[in-house]
């Protein structure tokens, strides 16, 4: 799977924003702030929601990326899966029953209907969230949880 496309309408600080990702390494640069995390994590809870059943975020990102001003979070999000793109097209509201979500290929606007609407990562990447977060999703160091046995620094490797 690839990310082609990241439209944010209200997501956190961001409001109207569209990212082109091309093929290869794409770089977001930006000051010092949170806009890359922010980035990062819509790219998470467009693809495994915004549930309260994960214990690792238990509504942290309802609350942290709820707009402000508006009273929804939207967006979509258009990845490219064996040359056919889709569009993850997604509402989050105060609460779960608030959510939409709605998948579609890109080329004809046709609804998906095979897909896992609450987690589309789960379908697309065939795997969950946990094994999403431990693999594929690398986190900015203030992220990482220092007090885990498992986790080690490395620095000054030779």
């Given at each position: 799977m690839k990310i082609k496309k990241i439209n944010i309408n209200n997501f956190g600080l961001?409001?109207?924003?569209?990212?082109?990702?091309?093929?290869?390494?794409?770089i977001i640069y930006c000051g010092n702030n949170q806009i890359k995390s922010i980035v990062q994590n819509f790219i998470v809870c467009f693809l495994y929601g915004m549930d309260d059943e994960r214990k690792v975020f238990k509504s942290v990102f309802r609350r942290k990326y709820s707009p402000f001003f508006m009273d929804?979070?939207?967006?979509?999000?258009?990845?490219?899966?064996n040359n056919s793109e889709y569009c993850i097209d997604r509402t989050f509201g105060n609460s779960k029953l608030d959510d939409t979500s709605i998948v579609r290929r890109v080329i004809d606007s046709e609804e998906i209907l095979n897909v896992d609407l609450d987690q589309p990562g789960k379908t697309f990447l065939d795997i969950g969230f946990e094994a999403f977060n431990r693999t594929m999703f690398i986190k900015s160091m203030d992220e990482f949880n220092v007090q885990d046995k498992n986790f080690k620094l490395m620095s000054d490797v030779a």
């Open positions: 961001i409001n109207k924003k569209n990212l082109n990702l091309e093929d290869g390494i794409n929804k979070t939207k967006g979509e999000l258009i990845v490219e899966i």
